[in-house]
């Protein structure tokens, strides 16, 4: 399977701290990308980042990804109490372009 | 430009009965998938649409589940004689031509089969 998955798990952290997410996968990919989906809610995109990337910014976020290692990880820099989420990676694998294959997620809770 | 659409945002239907799921994707897009995901869990693939063809429904249970998306209106997943398994949400994504990696979300489908 192709699935991702995240680690940790779960992550609780006190605003302000960084936080840093990892997602690995297991066969080649065309882009890998990061949503965050907050509770009971759709998803939404937070970056891309092509396979032949190996650093990507937006705003507080930074991803990074490492194709050798098939693995990736998102840093959201400042927490806020609002970053609270699930966060989800997906691929694309290289040889099925079109299905969007999602980790398990990495819960965040933000305490204030 | 209003995003994918999805409705209703909540079903609740009775075990045995059919579920009816509703995707308008964004104007221009002519690309749809339909992702299941179960609590706790990451969403997962079910099918992959275009305008009257199905693509790519390798994620979709062989049975009592189907998906179409016509050449005018939505697109719609249907799941007949639902079970308590069935309980999850739904999404759809929508993408231009050409571009399969820029899929864009909708809110999801909430289903509760008691």
């Known amino acids: 399977s192709q699935q991702g998955e995240e680690d940790p798990q779960a992550l609780s952290i006190q605003e302000g701290e960084n936080a840093t997410m990892n997602c690995s996968y297991k066969t080649s990919i065309n882009n890998l990308q990061w949503y965050r989906q907050n509770s009971g809610r759709g998803l939404v995109h937070l970056i891309l980042?092509?396979?032949?990337?190996r650093e990507k910014h937006s705003g507080r976020l930074r991803v990074t990804l490492d194709t050798s290692k098939k693995s990736s990880s998102l840093l959201i820099t400042a927490s806020r109490a609002a970053d609270t989420a699930s966060y989800f990676c997906?691929?694309?694998?290289?040889?099925?372009?079109?299905?969007?294959?999602f980790g398990t997620g990495t819960s965040l809770t933000v305490i204030p | 430009n209003a995003g994918v659409m999805q409705n209703p945002r909540h079903l609740v239907r009775r075990r045995g009965q059919e579920a009816r799921l509703r995707c308008s994707p964004m104007k221009g897009h002519s690309h749809v998938y339909w992702y299941r995901q179960l609590p706790e869990e990451g969403l997962k693939f079910m099918v992959y649409l275009q305008k009257e063809n199905i693509i790519d429904e390798s994620g979709m249970p062989k049975e009592r589940f189907s998906a179409e998306f016509p050449k005018e209106g939505p697109s719609i997943l249907r799941i007949q004689q639902v079970v308590r398994g069935d309980s999850a949400a739904y999404f759809c994504?929508?993408?231009?031509?050409?571009?399969?990696?820029?899929?864009?979300f909708g809110p999801g489908t909430r289903l509760t089969v008691t």
């Open positions: 997906a691929t694309d694998a290289s040889n099925t372009g079109n299905q969007f294959y």
């Open positions: 980042i092509r396979s032949n990337e």
């Open positions: 994504a929508s993408s231009p031509p050409g571009s399969d990696y820029e899929q864009y």
